[in-house]
């Protein structure tokens, strides 16, 4: 679901990846690194049931528009329980190569699980990377396409993210970051904030999440709108930058060109 600042360490388990012992120790952002954690267990759950399911057409377009083809390699970021690096996996096939990448541990080991569950030939094709999104551990121009999903929003130093997008993004490759709109349109914000009010804090309390979910509403208010995405990312490098309204407005996709 998201990445932030947090301590890089080796994983217990074996089915994640170890960072190279090269990389350094950065400041844990705690509060939110264990909300997510907390998340983990019932993350999909709760994404089916407040949207109805349509986040995973929202997924699929995120996939699609990045461009990824069969024999890539590519990167997902803040991939959380893998709806993307699935997805990925599957349009880059076993010719291909997919990195899912998060800072929870936690949210990592429910991919890990889901991969083998699933059993899908293509799935062999991924690993999982727990790392900070602000210092990727990966060569300049490692991949032909980059996914991020709600995760942007809830990285500490946006613009170092997306200058680390670009630096491991081959030239003429695209990123596809899907995440919640900030819309500049009154009627859209208060249809945002209602439903975050009245369905999901209290379907979420249901859980036991309700201070998980509480954050929410700050984090799209804090958030950039679809023009502050385009600027961003093209005073981090990229030669083009889009960004698209989707779900009626509530959701959002930047799609930005190396």
């Given at each position: 679901?998201?990445?932030?600042?947090?301590?890089?360490?080796?994983?217990?388990?074996?089915?994640?990846?170890?960072?190279?012992?090269?990389?350094?120790?950065?400041?844990?952002?705690?509060?939110?690194?264990?909300?997510?954690?907390?998340?983990?267990?019932?993350?999909?759950?709760?994404?089916?049931?407040?949207?109805?399911?349509?986040?995973?057409?929202?997924?699929?377009?995120?996939?699609?528009?990045?461009?990824?083809?069969?024999?890539?390699?590519?990167?997902?970021?803040?991939?959380?329980?893998?709806?993307?690096?699935?997805?990925?996996?599957?349009?880059?096939?076993?010719?291909?190569?997919?990195?899912?990448?998060?800072?929870?541990?936690?949210?990592?080991?429910?991919?890990?699980?889901?991969?083998?569950?699933?059993?899908?030939?293509?799935?062999?094709?991924?690993?999982?990377?727990?790392?900070?999104?602000?210092?990727?551990?990966?060569?300049?121009?490692?991949?032909?396409?980059i996914t991020m999903g709600y995760g942007l929003r809830n990285v500490l130093d946006r613009g170092k993210a997306?200058?680390?997008m670009f630096r491991v993004l081959k030239p003429g490759s695209r990123v596809s970051i899907l995440d919640f709109n900030k819309s500049t349109k009154p009627f859209i914000t208060s249809i945002q904030e209602w439903m975050i009010d009245n369905v999901v804090v209290p379907v979420a309390t249901g859980y036991g999440l309700a201070d998980e979910y509480a954050y929410l509403k700050s984090s799209v208010q804090e958030f950039l709108t679809g023009k502050e995405l385009e600027k961003l990312a093209l005073e981090m490098g990229f030669s083009n930058a889009k960004h698209y309204e989707i779900g009626g407005g509530i959701m959002g996709n930047l799609v930005a060109k190396r």
């Open positions: 679901m998201a990445s932030l600042h947090f301590l890089l360490r080796p994983s217990s388990n074996p089915n994640l990846l170890a960072l190279p012992s090269r990389s350094r120790p950065v400041q844990c952002a705690n509060e939110r690194q264990a909300l997510f954690s907390r998340i983990a267990p019932v993350y999909d759950n709760l994404n089916d049931f407040l949207s109805l399911g349509q986040h995973r057409i929202w997924k699929r377009m995120a996939v699609s528009w990045s461009g990824a083809k069969r024999g890539d390699d590519v990167l997902d970021l803040c991939c959380g329980s893998g709806d993307l690096a699935f997805l990925l996996s599957e349009r880059v096939g076993s010719d291909g190569k997919v990195i899912g990448f998060d800072f929870s541990r936690e949210q990592l080991s429910v991919a890990s699980s889901r991969q083998h569950l699933l059993s899908k030939a293509c799935y062999k094709n991924i690993e999982w990377i727990e790392g900070d999104a602000t210092k990727l551990p990966f060569s300049d121009c490692s991949f032909d396409a997306m200058q680390e």
